[in-house]
Structures are given as structure tokens and as C-alpha cells.
């Protein structure tokens, strides 16, 4: 055996193409809490692609098979127009009116086109009934359960007591197949019947139109006919009602004696209202005549209005104040006793007494006046006591009077309208004037409406496409498991190491497309991989991989995780290296083989300890049948010379597990296993074991504690990142020197699913340059 230490391989020894960029946690790029991006979805969409597609085929397919069984349907459509009622020609409006200017009057005609009474009265003019179409179809099993039920549950007189009535189906079938859609914002309504027979559509939309206008006018003379039936019932019960009224008025008037004037005003009531305003205009002329009387008591008589517009007075006051005048302009000149003075003296004196004589009968006449006034007014006060006895006493017999007058003019009145009324219903009866008219008949129609082949097709395609990508991403959600480095420091918050690609997956233009891999002076290294590959694809045997097909893609990938492990210390390699898996058919054990083969074509010493004590299969990869192993070994059986096994690989040593032992947890726990490691630490290189997996029993973690570095092996697809996370946990608590995350079993073909997976275009293009 060799006693070389380990050798330190420098990070520059190999280039970057050929190994793997390890991801670390905490680096940016990936994280717990990275965002989801567009690009996530598409990766989504794209590894999904099958399901989607899957469940987009079905709904097409389904929808094109029931689109294309379906029977054509056809739809006649005839627009009706419902005008306002026309104007009352005659004033015949209590009677029968239709409101006609709000928007409750075309709801209720919608209503009534939607009747059942008017699809009878069609269906009863075509004799639908006789079609077939219309014939009401066989029922279903639920169907004969209701009628079984009902014909025991309901008594039997109550089924018989009713006539069946066979037009009912053929009205349901006829109402769900006709359509009234209104017109917004005009008096149009457009009424439709979708049938397998255009023909028939037309002819039975157009005969629902004739029939609603003929149903509208025969409303109407209905009620005209039904008014005039009950005004003739009630004519001749007015007639003698309003004669009685009349002769009681009559004779009440007699008896009584009440006249009225030709303006229908009662006389006595029109004697007193003269009398009334005879006194009051006396009152108003005593009491004028009185305020002249005091002034003249109080002798103010030049500001009575008699005096004032007494023309004689004015005139000679005029002329007074003119031959005072005179004299004063003579007084100047001539003296009292000169004659002209005193002839102007003595006609002043006598203006004097005429003025004052015509004063006097002026205050005389006034008081003769307010006299004769006082009087009148005693006299009109007297009569209008009088006549007011008189026309209360009357008053009273007009009360009962004007109730007879009442009741006579309120007979007249209901009498006059009701004759009125009776010629207008007659009038009205022969009228056939109706609001509403068909705008446009119903046509033949051409081609159907339903199925709509390409909407369905295209709406399937909607609907399939969102039901695929809907369950695609409910997929994903129920997926936990771990499927690219990215999820490994996401979840794990490790390294990647490196992708170990499916076998299968590396054939064909997936795993050689031309834009893949380069041509010139690489085509026949890579020719002489691809060859490799589909030779163990025939075998489907990977255990020896790195070894037999040495210049494949798959033991590239292993050396790549050699590379990486190599380099992922600082200071020296790892020594000491265990392999394990979070479960069993992870793939640790063909890892742990192919790494240590790797290991070995380094020039050095490697030794592969099977310590999977529980399921050994090492011994198996390499033939060694029932050959002493750890378990002899440590059970102090066989010497440790005995055990290691030389193999058909240059620098590489097999301990088999050996006979599987009862206690291997106590084994691995012993201190000849730890004195067994640290004495083949002096005689090899690298040390790998193949250890069990690490959620099922204690040995992983025993031998993760006493190992140098540790490589966790994930299966992509498949690993629940929950167990995952576990393995970590049960590793990082025994304080083990955790080395990264080997991702294997990767699918290349799924193109684009996780930017992990895509590396391996990149890197396999860079293998190829570098052959």
C-alpha cells in the first residue's frame, strides 16, 4: 500500500469549463425569499407541456365531437314595433284606457309576447302539437321515478278530478325556444324561434306577430263590449232614479214658494242684498252730510266744499276783491267824500250782503241735507231687518231645496255620461285601430346559429389551455420535490457540487443537438462520447460508467463532482469522503463507485468502503460474492489485509461490506472502526464509504461525524425537499463537515424547465471544445 499523504490540487489545475459553478447560499442569486419572475412561469409551462398539451387535446377533442353531433339550429327573427297609444278620438277614457307612455307598458307587452295563452292560440292555428319535434320525448329514469312517486303519494281523485292537458309540453317546448329581446332605447322588440327547420322557424315567429297584434285588438273590443254591456244595465236604473230626484224638487219649491230670478238667483235673497247696499251707501252719505253740518256748526264754512265750488260766491267774491282794489288805488288820489269813492264804497256794501246772504243759504241748504240724510238711513236700517227675517226664514227651506237640487243635478250628470258613454262604446266597437305593427317579417334563415363550430372549437382551446396550465401549476404546487441547484440552496442552504444527467436522457437530438456541442476538431471526441453513451444506454448499467465508458458525458459529470469537491477547501482536500442520500434508490451508491473511479484516474490511491451495512451492494458492482468484508473485520475475524480487495481499476481498493451483521450500528460505533480509519488514512489518498441513507438509521451520521467531508446525494424529480431538509438537519446536528449536494438522476431533455438544467448545454458545449 502507499504511503503518500493526500495531494493538495490547486484550483488553477483545471479549467472552468470543467467543473460545475458552485452555488452558494447567501450569494444573491438565490435565496428563501427570491422573487418569482415570468421566466419561472414559462419553466413551469414548458416541463408541464405534455399535461397541458394532454388536457388541452381532451377538451378540443371533446368539444369538436359534441360540436359536430349537435343538429343544426335555426333562428327566424321579426322585429315588432309598439307605439304609444294613438289619441282618443272620442273621449271614451275610464271606461278601457292602456297607459302608454311609461316604460310599465312595453315590459307588460314583452310579458304577453312571452304568454302562454298566445303560444296556445299558435300552436293551435299550426297544429304544432302534430309535429315531431314537438313531441314530448321519452322519460328518462329520473323522470319515471317523479311520475311513480306522484301517482302514489297524490290521491287518486285528485289526478282524475283535473283534465289532462296534452297542449302543456308542446307550450313548454315552444316558450323555451322562443326569444323576446327588446331594443334599448326604442319601442322595438325583436321576437326569435330557433328551430331544426328554418322554414318552420319563419313560419311560426311570423305567425306569433300576426297572432300578438290579433290577441292586442281583441283586448280591446272585449273591453269596449264589456263597458257597454254594464252602461245599458245600468241606463234605465239612472233614468227613473234622476225623474224621482226631479219631481221632489219640484214639489218642495210649491210647497215652500222659493223663486229665483232667470239667473237661478232666489228673489228674496236679491231684495236683501239691494237693501244692503242701498244702507250702506245712505250710512256713507249721513255721514259726509254730518261732517259738512259740523264744520258749518263750527263755522269753518269757507273750506266746505259747497262754498268753494259755489260758482256764485266765486264770482262775487271776484268782483269784491276787485273794487277793493279800485279803492285802495283811489284812496291815493281822492278822499272819502269824493264821489267816485263813495259809489265804489257803496257797491263794495252791497257785495258785502250778497256775499254773506248766498253763505247762509249755502249752511242751510247743508243742514236741510244732513236732515233729510239721517232720515233715509233710519228708513233703510228698518227695511233691511225686515227683509234679512225674511230670507233666514227662506234660508232654511233651501238647505233641504239645494239637497234635492243636488241630488237631482248629480242623477242628471251620471245619467248624461252614462248615454254618452254608451254611443262611444258603440262607436268604439267597430273601431280595429291597433298601436302595434310588424316592422320586419321573419325570413328563412340561412344558416344556423347554433352549434358556432369555430367559436366552440376556439373557446375550447381557452378553456383547455387554462384548465392545462391551471392543473399544470397545481401540479407544481403539490410538487415538493427538489429539482435544480437552485432549489438545493433555497431549501438546503448548501453547494452544488454537480448534476449527474439520466442515461436515457443524454440520446438522440436532446442530448447532441448541432447547436449543442460545436463541429471542426471536436466532432470526433464528442462522436466518440455520444457512442459511449447509447453503448451503456443498451446495457442500462451506470455502475462502472466512469471507468468503461470513460470519455462519456456521464463520466464527465462525475469528474466534474470530483473536480468540485476537490476544490471546494480552501486548504487540503478532503480526505476521508462519505456518501449518503436522504433515501434508499438515491443513487449514492453508483455516485460513491463513479466518484471514487474518478478519484483514481488523479493518480491516486483510493479505497471504497462499502459501510452500508444494512443493503451492501458494493461487493455486487465488483463481483466479489460472499468475500470477507468490514463486518468480518470488525467482528475480529479477519485481518484488515483480508478484507481489501484489489479490483480491475488502476488505483482503486474495494472493503466490501461483507455478511450483513445482526448489529452494524454497533460496529460503526466501535473503536476498531475508528482505529480501522485512521490507520487507512496513512496507507490511501481518499477514502470513500458508501454509508447508509441518512433518514433511515444512525451509521450515516456516525460515519458524517468522523469523515472529512460529506457529499449528500439528491434525486432530481423526486426527493421531497422535506426529507431533504431532514438528512441536512440529522447531519448538521452531529456536527458533520457537510461538502455540498450531489443532484442526480437530472432529465436534460426537460429544456428550459430550471436554469440549473440548462448548464448542461453550456457545459457539454464546453466538454466538446475541450476533448
Not at 309535429?131 to 311520475?147: D, I
Not at 340561412?446 to 396550465?469: E, T
Not at 462520447?529 to 455502475?543: G, H, I, L, W
Request: charged share 20%.
Amino acid at each position: 500500500m502507499s504511503t503518500e499523504k493526500p495531494v493538495h490540487v490547486p484550483r488553477d489545475a483545471y479549467p472552468e469549463a470543467m467543473y460545475p459553478q458552485v452555488i452558494t447560499p447567501g450569494s444573491g442569486e438565490y435565496g428563501e425569499n427570491d422573487e418569482v419572475h415570468l421566466l419561472d412561469y414559462w419553466r413551469v409551462i414548458v416541463a408541464r407541456r405534455w399535461v397541458i398539451l394532454a388536457i388541452l387535446s381532451t377538451v378540443v377533442a371533446a368539444t369538436t365531437i359534441y360540436t359536430f353531433k349537435q343538429t343544426p339550429i335555426y333562428q327566424a327573427t321579426a322585429t315588432i314595433q309598439i307605439d304609444k297609444e294613438n289619441p282618443n278620438i272620442l273621449s271614451f277614457k275610464d271606461v278601457y284606457q292602456i297607459e302608454t307612455s311609461t316604460d310599465d307598458t312595453l315590459r307588460t307587452q314583452f310579458e304577453i309576447l312571452k304568454a302562454r295563452t298566445l303560444a296556445r292560440r299558435v300552436i293551435e292555428d299550426l297544429k304544432l302539437e302534430k309535429l315531431q319535434e314537438f313531441q314530448p320525448q321519452e322519460p328518462g329514469m329520473v323522470g319515471s321515478m317523479v311520475a311513480y312517486l306522484r301517482s302514489v303519494l297524490v290521491p287518486k281523485s285528485s289526478l282524475d278530478s283535473k283534465e289532462p292537458d296534452l297542449l302543456r309540453p308542446v307550450i313548454d317546448s315552444y316558450l323555451l325556444r322562443l326569444n323576446v329581446s327588446p331594443v334599448r332605447q326604442a319601442r322595438l322588440v325583436n321576437i326569435s324561434f330557433d328551430s331544426p327547420d328554418p322554414e318552420l322557424a319563419s313560419l311560426v315567429i311570423n305567425a306569433h306577430s300576426k297572432h300578438f297584434i290579433e290577441q292586442n285588438l281583441q283586448f280591446k273590443v272585449d273591453a269596449t263590449q264589456d263597458a257597454s254591456t254594464f252602461l245599458q244595465q245600468n241606463l234605465v236604473t239612472l233614468k227613473q232614479k234622476l225623474e224621482k230626484s226631479e219631481d221632489t224638487l219640484q214639489e218642495y219649491s210649491r210647497q215652500n214658494k222659493i223663486l229665483f230670478t232667470e239667473a237661478g238667483k232666489n228673489t228674496a235673497t236679491e231684495k236683501l242684498r239691494q237693501l244692503e247696499e242701498e244702507y250702506t251707501k245712505a250710512q256713507s252719505d249721513r255721514i259726509q252730510k254730518e261732517s259738512y253740518n259740523r264744520l258749518v256748526q263750527g263755522g269753518s264754512t269757507d273750506t266746505l266744499p259747497q262754498v268753494m265750488d259755489n260758482k256764485l260766491i266765486t264770482d262775487l267774491t271776484s268782483k269784491l276783491a276787485d273794487l277793493q282794489r279800485q279803492d285802495s288805488e283811489s284812496a291815493v288820489t281822492f278822499g272819502p267824500d269824493f264821489p267816485a269813492r263813495k259809489r265804489i264804497t257803496g257797491q263794495i256794501a252791497q257785495l258785502h250782503s250778497s256775499l254773506e246772504s248766498e253763505k247762509d243759504r249755502v249752511m242751510s241748504m247743508i243742514g236741510s241735507e244732513y236732515s233729510a240724510a239721517q232720515q233715509r238711513e233710519q228708513l233703510l236700517a228698518a227695511e233691511l231687518e225686515i227683509q234679512r227675517g225674511l230670507v233666514n226664514k227662506i234660508n232654511e227651506d233651501i238647505i233641504q231645496y239645494n239637497i234635492y237640487k243636488g241630488e237631482a243635478e248629480s242623477n242628471r250628470q251620471l245619467y248624461e255620461g252614462l248615454q254618452k258613454r254608451l254611443n262611444e262604446a258603440g262607436v268604439s266597437a267597430g273601431l280595429t285601430a291597433s298601436n302595434i305593427r310588424i316592422v320586419d317579417r321573419a325570413e328563412v334563415p340561412s344558416s344556423p346559429v347554433r352549434p358556432q363550430k369555430a367559436l366552440n372549437i376556439f373557446l375550447s382551446i381557452i378553456v383547455g389551455l387554462m384548465l392545462g396550465v391551471g392543473f399544470a401549476f397545481f401540479q407544481e404546487y403539490l410538487d415538493s420535490s427538489i429539482k435544480a441547484p437552485e432549489d438545493i440552496a433555497r431549501y438546503l442552504n448548501l453547494p452544488t457540487l454537480g448534476m449527474i444527467p439520466r442515461l436515457q436522457s443524454l440520446g438522440g437530438k436532446e442530448g447532441y443537438g448541432h447547436g449543442r456541442y460545436g463541429y471542426g476538431h471536436t466532432y470526433g471526441s464528442l462522436s466518440k462520447a455520444k457512442s459511449e453513451d447509447q453503448a451503456m444506454q443498451k446495457s442500462e448499467n451506470v455502475d462502472l460508467i466512469a471507468h468503461e465508458s470513460p470519455n462519456s458525458l456521464m463520466a464527465e459529470a462525475y469528474r466534474s463532482v470530483r473536480t468540485s469537491l476537490l476544490l471546494s477547501s480552501s486548504g487540503h482536500p478532503p480526505q476521508i469522503i462519505v456518501v449518503t442520500s436522504a433515501s434508499p434508490s438515491e443513487g449514492k451508491t453508483v455516485t460513491a463507485v463513479n466518484l471514487a473511479i474518478s478519484l483514481t484516474q488523479t493518480s491516486s490511491k483510493v479505497l471504497l468502503i462499502d459501510a452500508d451495512m444494512h443493503k451492501p451492494r458494493v461487493q455486487g458492482v465488483f463481483s466479489l460474492g460472499n468475500s470477507p468484508g468490514l463486518s468480518a473485520f470488525l467482528a475480529g475475524t479477519s485481518t484488515l489485509k483480508d478484507v481489501i480487495h484489489e479490483t480491475h481499476i488502476p488505483g482503486l481498493l474495494v472493503l466490501p461490506c461483507g455478511v450483513t451483521p445482526p448489529n452494524p450500528g454497533e460496529l460503526v460505533l466501535s473503536a476498531g472502526f475508528r482505529r480501522m480509519i485512521e490507520a487507512l488514512r496513512e496507507y490511501f489518498d481518499y477514502i470513500v464509504l458508501d454509508s447508509p441513507p441518512v433518514g433511515n438509521v444512525s451509521d450515516a451520521r456516525i460515519l458524517a461525524a468522523a469523515a472529512d467531508s460529506t457529499i449528500l446525494v439528491v434525486k432530481a424529480l423526486s426527493t421531497s425537499r422535506h426529507h431533504a431538509r431532514e438528512a441536512v438537519a440529522h447531519l448538521t446536528n452531529t456536527r458533520a463537515r457537510i461538502g455540498g449536494v450531489v443532484l442526480n438522476d437530472v432529465d436534460v431533455r426537460r429544456r428550459s424547465y430550471y436554469s440549473g438544467y440548462s448548464y448542461y448545454r453550456t457545459y457539454y458545449s464546453n466538454y466538446g471544445q475541450s476533448a
